[in-house]
């Protein structure tokens, strides 16, 4: 697996991306509607595009497998592929996160308790809770930050 920073974010390369989304979200947003991944897979390639830093994981034919998006210090997101869930990838990425970008902050969908294990798993821990997400729809919100030990 490798992990590289994407500079020139092609409509290839997004399309791939948003692949990779909608396989991730299809199994791990179980709580979200069918018109709801519709909705929002609209918004994903604005999103994958406007993210201040893309990072990429690679199989080995140079396929995108998993992606995540930085804002300074904030995780904004982080997707794996659900062929290529459990195998340490998303841990991969978020370890090379902090350690190069000092990533020390995330949200997640409450509704998402795989997520939320595996950031706590990664050491970090909840400060704050929200009844709905940043659109005002009623998925609760964690937000944690990186418990520095």
Request: aromatic share 10%; net charge negative; no cysteine.
């Amino acid at each position: 697996m490798n992990i590289i920073e994407i500079t020139n974010r092609t409509d290839s390369l997004t399309k791939q991306l948003l692949e990779v989304w909608e396989s991730a979200v299809r199994q791990t947003h179980t709580f979200l509607s069918e018109s709801e991944i519709l909705r929002i897979k609209g918004y994903v390639p604005d999103a994958i595009s406007n993210v201040a830093r893309l990072l990429v994981s690679m199989d080995e034919s140079d396929k995108p497998i998993a992606f995540m998006g930085l804002e300074g210090s904030r995780i904004e997101m982080l997707f794996v592929d659900a062929n290529h869930r459990g195998l340490g990838i998303g841990k991969q990425l978020v370890a090379f996160a902090i350690e190069n970008y000092a990533a020390n902050e995330v949200t997640v969908n409450e509704q998402n308790p795989l997520a939320i294990g595996f950031y706590e798993h990664m050491g970090f821990q909840t400060y704050k809770r929200t009844d709905f997400d940043e659109e005002g729809n009623p998925y609760p919100l964690l937000y944690m930050r990186l418990n520095k030990k």
